[in-house]
């Protein structure tokens, strides 16, 4: 079973940058789709940004495309959500979750398809 832990966030005025970080351990990541979800106090979880298991596709959210790149390390079995222009609307706790199916080039949007969480770093925003 795998283990996520996630770092890097925290408060920030609007315009600035957070890079937050998801170590994994206990098993590789490097076979399957990460993701990084949000959740902010009265509104659903949202997809933010997931990533292949190769890295070689991610997709984004619209709400935070052209601002925030999600990356993997494979080597070090960490996912990273480098997060620019932030906006007061970013404020949340971010989740980074594994992927559920293997060497799957298909990059989800729905929780559903994550089996693994984080236990969420908290981003706030500053206007």
């Known amino acids: 079973q795998v283990q996520l832990v996630e770092s890097g966030g925290g408060l920030v005025q609007s315009g600035d940058s957070l890079r937050l970080s998801c170590a994994a351990s206990?098993?590789?990541?490097?076979?399957?789709?990460m993701g990084w979800f949000r959740h902010a106090p009265g509104k659903d979880r949202e997809f933010v940004a997931g990533?292949?298991?190769?890295?070689?596709?991610?997709v984004y959210a619209d709400s935070v495309k052209g601002r925030f790149t999600i990356s993997r390390d494979n080597a070090k079995n960490t996912v990273y959500l480098e997060m620019n222009s932030l906006k007061p609307e970013d404020k949340a706790v971010y989740y980074c979750?594994?992927?559920?199916?293997?060497?799957?080039?298909?990059?989800?949007?729905?929780?559903?398809?994550?089996?693994?969480w984080g236990q969420g770093t908290q981003v706030t925003v500053s206007s």
């Open positions: 979750a594994q992927g559920r199916r293997r060497y799957s080039g298909v990059v989800y949007y729905s929780h559903e398809e994550y089996s693994y």
């Open positions: 206990g098993r590789t990541i490097s076979s399957v789709g």
């Open positions: 990533i292949s298991w190769s890295g070689g596709r991610s």
